[in-house]
């Protein structure tokens, strides 16, 4: 399986977001988007998942056009993992995950239903909380059981949005293992837009780097997270060194002006503050 973004361009109405977007993926590959606020990233992932529509021949799976896909076709292909999935109503987990099973129920669920939702919970480790309520969980258990919705989809591609954004370290690292894995062991692409350089680095194949709405960068973690093109994105200032894993490490600097700013109370309210006195 490969997926191909061919010249890939989107507005918000008249204003561009993303222009001449190229690059492709294999199977059992990460991919991490990388930028700035507002460069582009979550744009990228619903244009791929025809969320947000594009012009024909923009996004090819081994050669076929996307665009031409009918829904339930297309989440046979594609998972998505948002960057928050809102669930109030009580359903428990192994009913959210059961969901991801959509594109193939026509009648009635079957036994490889209800075993695919089984392998899911005890690939991911949270077969325990099958019977839990998903409204009832912590951060990182529903970040779990989103992307276990995702997976019982049995997707070629897995698009996924910030998908460790407000999860403590511990957290994070479960679920980029997982990602891992789950490349490694089912030959699923990984597509994830990550603002942590450094999770990207130790976890990617490959990094986009994205400025604007272009690509200002795209190769291994160790061409594209450098000191000059991490200056030019991001206007910071960082030391980059090879760690122990083998992977670039970036640690920011502070410019040689930064320090603690005094906030200045207002005349005004000083005054006023005395007379009460």
Known sequence: MKLVINKLSFNYAS????????FAVNAGEILSIVGPNGSGKSTLLRCINRILKTRQNTVLIDGKDV????????SKIMGYVPQASACTF????FDVVLMGRKPYIHWSLSERDYEIVAETLDFLGIKELAMRHFNELSGGEQQKVII??????????????????????????????????LAQSKQCSVIMAIHDLNMASRFSDRILMLKKGCIFAAGTPETVLTEANISAVYGVKARVINSVVDRPQITPLLPESA?????????????????IA
Request: include cysteine; glycine fraction near 2%.
């Open 259 to 275: 320090g603690i700013k005094q906030w200045k109370t207002p005349p005004a309210v000083t005054a006023k503050s005395e007379a």
């Open 67 to 74: 665009s031409k896909l009918n829904l339930r076709e297309l």
């Open 90 to 93: 009580p359903f428990t987990v």
């Open 15 to 22: 204003i561009p977001v993303l222009k001449d977007i190229e």
């Open 148 to 181: 276990a919705r995702a997976l019982a989809q049995e997707p070629q591609v897995l698009l996924l949005d910030e998908p460790t954004s407000s999860l403590d370290i511990k957290h994070q690292l479960e679920i980029l293992l997982i990602l891992k894995c």
